[in-house]
């Protein structure tokens, strides 16, 4: 059922939106390329295992543990919903 201005299914249009924009930030965040052997934040050694496993890997685990808490704090908005959503 729509309500004001909105069609119907425009609640579920926002809800997938938003999913699928948070979905291309973060594959575009993905590492790609020939892994590095040493860490490019710290210069430690990066293990063969790792290199192996993730395909493109630029930092080592105690960096890429750092960087990830840093990339949690991200906190979008949705940009297709109301502007007091956006004003938060």
């Known amino acids: 059922m729509a ?22 930030r973060v594959r575009s965040q993905l590492p790609s390329g020939e892994s590095l052997t040493h860490c490019e934040a710290c210069d430690a050694v990066i293990p063969e295992a790792r290199r192996q496993a993730i395909k493109g ?10 960087h990830d808490k840093e990339q949690a704090q991200f906190s979008g908005y949705n940009r297709r919903g109301s502007k007091d959503s956006q004003l938060r």
């Open 3 to 24: 309500g004001g201005w909105s069609s119907d299914g425009a609640v579920q249009e926002q809800i997938d939106s938003s999913i699928d924009d948070a979905i291309q």
């Open 57 to 66: 890997v630029r930092l080592c685990v105690v960096c890429q543990a750092e």
